[in-house]
């Protein structure tokens, strides 16, 4: 069975950064598709960042040059580290990994805020 457990969410101000973490257990997180995904109040989920199991990464025009995905196979971990946040960046950040099907995580609630 797989799981993804996310963490490292919070509240922090403008400016600041965030170092969010996918636990995945159930499979190796090199052969998953992985992504973080946000949903603020009021809005759609949107894509944030993907890698994949070749280790190429794209990202939402929103968070290009600021977010970076990233993921540890010794550790089974893919994290997304949040830099330069804006008050947009609002949101509660969910991990999703791709195989055979779709696994999301719980989310992790990312409130930025002076």
């Known amino acids: 069975q797989v799981q993804l457990v996310e963490s490292g969410g919070g509240l922090v101000q403008p400016g600041g950064s965030l170092r969010l973490s996918c636990a995945v257990s159930?499979?190796?997180?090199?052969?998953?598709?992985m992504g973080w995904y946000r949903q603020a109040p009021g809005k759609q989920r949107e894509l944030v960042a993907t890698?994949?199991?070749?280790?190429?990464?794209n990202y939402a025009d929103s968070v290009k040059g600021r977010f970076t995905i990233s993921r540890d196979n010794a550790k089974n971990t893919v994290y997304l580290e949040m830099n330069s946040l804006k008050l947009e960046d609002t949101a509660v950040y969910y991990c999703?990994?791709?195989?055979?099907?779709?696994?999301w995580g719980q989310g992790t609630q990312v409130t930025v805020s002076s």
């Open positions: 999703k990994g791709s195989q055979t099907g779709n696994y």
């Open positions: 159930g499979t190796s997180v090199r052969f998953l598709y």
């Open positions: 890698i994949i199991s070749g280790g190429n990464t």
